[in-house]
């Protein structure tokens, strides 16, 4: 039913700028809260940007000052514009929705499938 698909993941160079795009679709009603989180081979899954519905960003430290994250409400999308990228930064990257199906309904969690990003030179 309700499904979060990532794209604009792949290749770039150290130093270099890359965005990704996450769309929600189904039956939706709200969503509170978007974010992105990425999970690096051997490492634990981490948080790397968050916004509300309202437009309040949150960024991990590693990220602030590098990466954007924003939304368009009325299309159910978010993004993330990533610049100064180092091989730090390779990981599959998730989109992730707190998603209110109903408004009398419950807030789900839904994840995306990920998207690679592999900063290489």
């Known amino acids: 039913q309700v499904q979060l698909v990532e794209s604009g993941g792949g290749l770039v160079q150290p130093g270099g700028s890359l965005t990704l795009s996450c769309a929600a679709s189904?039956?939706?009603?709200?969503?509170?809260?978007m974010a992105w989180y990425r999970q690096a081979p051997g490492k634990q899954r981490e948080l790397v940007a968050k916004?509300?519905?309202?437009?309040?960003?949150n960024y991990a430290d590693s990220m602030k000052g590098r990466f954007t994250i924003s939304r368009d409400n009325a299309k159910n999308t978010v993004t993330l514009q990533m610049n100064s990228l180092n091989p730090e930064d390779t990981a599959v990257y998730y989109c992730?929705?707190?998603?209110?199906?109903?408004?009398?309904?419950?807030?789900?969690?839904?994840w995306g499938q990920g998207t690679q990003v592999t900063v290489s030179s």
């Open positions: 992730n929705a707190q998603i209110r199906r109903r408004s009398d309904g419950p807030v789900f969690n839904y």
């Open positions: 189904g039956s939706i009603f709200s969503i509170p809260v």
């Open positions: 916004i509300t519905a309202s437009g309040s960003a």
